[in-house]
């Protein structure tokens, strides 16, 4: 295939389908990680998509690489936009619940990175892309803590992989979005605010479209933005 190959986590709805439809519409294929049976959303097309059965908690990641080398024979790009929202205390005994959600914001991301990894050094100049939060830069509010604990982690592992891949071409960004307009944003905005006055996920996809394309010389390693003047800038 000599059109470029991004995969991409969290691409059913969303800023992760937002960003598939725009990556689909400058020329990429994407093969997105998807939960369940895998049905290709219908607003992207299978001459310029494919939808591959993931689940970010079950380690899946070798295979899917796997699969998309014998069919596709390259990777130029890894998105990862799966992310799981909870509320719950920073000190809640619910050992489980925390780990599952560090497992979906930042041990997957960390899997699949690993996996592409070889691909990634071979297109000569792979991109990773981390859709982390401003809740990876500060702690807003009690209520935001432990989603931050785990954010805190994904911003950490994109300056990682930005120093592994540096040599090798690749170049990996953190972005941390504040509310943006999907179902996550309305829950963590928690009726504080009007989904017009949010971000807009076209315009996210379009600046995550932006920051993988360009070129190696101008790697930024984290990119915030925000709809609201809460002190991050």
């Known amino acids: 295939m000599t059109?470029?190959?991004?995969?991409?986590?969290?691409?059913s709805r969303g800023i992760g389908l937002g960003i598939a439809l725009e990556a689909a519409r400058r020329g990429w294929f994407v093969s997105l990680g998807l939960r369940g049976e895998a049905a290709l959303p219908q607003e992207l097309a299978a001459k310029s998509a494919e939808a591959v059965t993931y689940d970010a908690t079950t380690a899946g990641e070798a295979a899917w690489v796997e699969g998309v080398m014998q069919r596709h024979g390259r990777i130029d790009a890894v998105v990862a936009c799966?992310?799981?929202?909870?509320?719950?205390?920073?000190?809640?005994?619910?050992?489980?619940a925390v780990l599952r959600l560090f497992e979906v914001n930042a041990h997957a991301p960390r899997r699949l990175a690993a996996a592409a990894w070889l691909p990634l050094i071979d297109s000569g100049d792979g991109r990773i892309v981390v859709m982390?939060?401003?809740s990876g830069k500060r702690v807003k509010s009690q209520r935001s803590g432990l989603y931050a604990f785990s954010k805190f982690a994904a911003v950490g592992?994109?300056?990682?992989?930005?120093h592994e891949g540096w040599d090798h071409g690749?170049?990996?960004?953190?972005?941390?979005?504040?509310?943006?307009?999907?179902?996550?944003?309305?829950?963590a905005a928690d009726g504080g605010y009007s989904p017009?006055?949010?971000?807009?996920?076209?315009?996210?996809?379009?600046?995550?479209?932006?920051t993988?394309?360009?070129?190696?010389t101008l790697c930024q390693a984290e990119i915030t933005l925000n709809c609201q003047p809460d002190g991050i800038h």
Do not use: F, W, Y
């Open 3 to 11: 059109r470029k190959v991004m995969l991409l986590t969290g691409g």
């Open 82 to 96: 799966a992310g799981l929202l909870d509320h719950d205390t920073i000190v809640t005994q619910d050992d489980a």
């Open 132 to 134: 982390a939060s401003l």
């Open 157 to 162: 592992l994109a300056h990682a992989l930005r």
């Open 170 to 187: 690749i170049r990996a960004t953190a972005i941390c979005p504040g509310l943006v307009a999907t179902d996550m944003g309305l829950s």
């Open 196 to 210: 017009e006055d949010m971000t807009q996920v076209s315009d996210l996809a379009a600046l995550t479209l932006n």
């Open 212 to 216: 993988i394309e360009t070129p190696s």
